[in-house]
């Protein structure tokens, strides 16, 4: 066995550059939020719809079906909700929903909020060959923009993957940030090789993603069902620690996860309990990272 496939066989050099190629810098948190918020809130929504059938090659209609639920119920759903409470959040949306549906994506845009980069078709980044990975990142902002009218200035790739060339090509299309990665709870500078790349972190953990909580395999043994009261919990006490620190919470959703009848009441609950707590401040994650990196301390 070559001892490349090894990792105990790894030299120095070898770990240690699988490590720094990209990697965490300077955190950017703010000495003060808009207004003299406490914390800031960014909620964002992943309108993945069909493309989670799609992009592996799949055909099943039954999972295109919950991915149309996602169209149809989830996002007039949220748009309610949104508008109700009068906040401001961010969609991150695949090419290819964004052509199956778009008058749902300019309806994003025409109600104030962000439209950000997902994928053409949800794909997966680390499998990607480096000109595949960045023509379908390039071609994704284009058509984006062609449809809400608005040019895309962030992204989150699908699924969070991230390849090794996901961020040179992030920062040569001259993005604002992305919103993928995990290494801290604040905005930071995202460093390739060493060298800061002038596109920001917001960073994404598993634990604030409903999708982890809800979501099966019906020909598996994957069941990671959660009760909604315990989501509601932890979404909680996530906010309640930002709070406390004067930071940013930060919440991903979907449309085709959250936008259930018995499900939906956890994000309003949740915002109701963010107003009550009171100096807080709802933006796009594009508005939270512009603070965040004019007024880093």
């Not at 799949?58 to 079906?65: E, F, V």
């Not at 759903?77 to 695949?94: K, Q, T």
């Not at 018995?262 to 933006?283: C, N, P, T, Y």
Request: charged share 25%.
């Amino acid at each position: 066995m070559s001892t490349e496939t090894n990792p105990w066989d790894w030299s120095e050099d070898t770990w240690r550059g699988r490590v720094n190629h990209v990697r965490a810098g300077r955190a950017l948190r703010p000495e003060s939020w808009p207004g003299g918020a406490r914390c800031a809130v960014a909620l964002s929504f992943d309108v993945d719809h069909e493309t989670n059938e799609l992009r592996d090659g799949a055909q099943s209609i039954g999972r295109l079906s919950q991915g149309q639920y996602g169209n149809r119920q989830g996002v007039p759903r949220i748009m309610e909700l949104l508008r109700r409470h009068d906040i401001p959040a961010s969609f991150y949306v695949p090419a290819v929903v964004a052509m199956l549906y778009p008058d749902e994506a300019r309806s994003f845009v025409a109600e104030g909020h962000e439209v950000g980069i997902h994928g053409w078709i949800h794909e997966r980044n680390s499998v990607l060959p480096e000109p595949v990975e960045r023509d379908l990142q390039m071609r994704s902002a284009d058509m984006l923009e062609k449809i809400t009218g608005a040019r895309p200035v962030g992204i989150r790739t699908p699924s969070w993957d991230f390849s090794d060339a996901t961020l040179a090509i992030t920062r040569d299309m001259g993005l604002l940030y992305d919103s993928s990665l995990m290494a801290d709870v604040d905005c930071y500078e995202l460093h390739l090789a060493g060298e800061n790349t002038g596109v920001v972190e917001l960073p994404v953990e598993w634990i604030r993603d409903d999708a982890v909580y809800f979501n099966m395999a019906r020909f598996a043994a994957l069941r990671p069902y959660t009760p909604p009261e315990a989501v509601f919990d932890i979404f909680r006490r996530e906010f309640d620690a930002a709070w406390e620190e004067g930071g940013l919470f930060q919440l991903t959703m979907h449309p085709h996860v959250t936008g259930y009848r018995s499900r939906i009441w956890i994000l309003d609950r949740l915002v109701e309990h963010i107003r009550a707590r009171g100096g807080v401040w709802f933006a796009t994650h594009a508005d939270i990272v512009r603070h965040a990196k004019a007024h880093a301390a």
